[in-house]
């Protein structure tokens, strides 16, 4: 079993949509959770930090659920420029784990 | 503020010749990794290092070398390169603390013969 698993997608969505992305880990002794963003051929570059309480950046939500091991990202009213991948990543020992990636494409 | 850079961008080697990547970094942080990501797939963790002088193996350390004889470089080494190490790199680096995450590298893009 992979430590953080995504579904791959893609997600083809039209703009001003609302999509959702969800992640699972394995290992319940986790602290720390984010979610990057991946354009083709880019660095990773970090879109938000996940909080227990569940936080919010503009139109982006995160979710934590420790007791599930389940990590969510809510992107509303998405823009062409969404389109990317999204990691899910989870802290390990002295390392994140990154999950492989959640392909989502947004059309006109 | 440069952040975290990488040098070179491009390379192309010939199967059997060696090079090396340098990853150098000016916020101080002790955490710092290489990566290779492969077309279609996600990050794999060569190798890492927690601090100054001291380096581990990550997923797939096989065919490279690391060394962080300072705290601001990391370097990879590819002592033979093979054609399967063709990949785009990654360096990042990170604060040794939890909660916090990691900065990347916009990569180098290694092509080989």
């Known amino acids: 079993r992979k430590e953080v698993e995504q579904d791959p997608g893609p997600f083809n969505v039209p703009e001003g949509a609302t999509v959702a992305f969800n992640c699972t880990y394995s290992?319940?002794?986790?602290?720390?959770f984010f979610w990057y963003r991946q354009d083709c051929r880019k660095e990773p570059k970090l879109l938000m930090s996940?909080?227990?309480s569940g936080n919010e950046d503009g139109r982006f939500t995160a979710q934590l659920n420790r007791a599930s091991q389940y990590i969510s990202l809510l992107i509303r009213d998405s823009k062409l420029s969404d389109s990317a991948t999204y990691l899910c990543v989870v802290s390990g020992s002295y390392k994140l784990i990154f999950g492989s990636g959640t392909r989502l494409l947004v059309r006109p | 503020n440069a952040g975290v850079t990488q040098t070179p961008k491009f390379r192309v080697l010939k199967t059997g010749q060696s090079m090396t990547l340098l990853c150098a970094q000016d916020?101080?942080?002790?955490?710092m990794y290489w990566y290779r990501q492969d077309p279609g797939m996600g990050l794999r963790l060569i190798h890492y290092s927690v601090g100054e002088g001291t380096t581990a193996k990550g997923e797939v350390p096989d065919g490279y070398n690391v060394s962080r004889l300072k705290k601001q470089n990391f370097l990879l080494g590819l002592e033979s390169a093979a054609p399967s190490q063709t990949s785009v790199y990654f360096c990042?680096?990170?604060?040794?603390?939890?909660?916090?995450?990691?900065?990347f590298g916009d990569g180098t893009r290694l092509s080989i013969l």
């Open positions: 290992n319940s002794a986790s602290q720390s």
């Open positions: 916020m101080n942080h002790e955490y």
């Open positions: 990042a680096s990170r604060v040794g603390l939890e909660n916090q995450p990691q900065h």
């Open positions: 996940v909080y227990s």
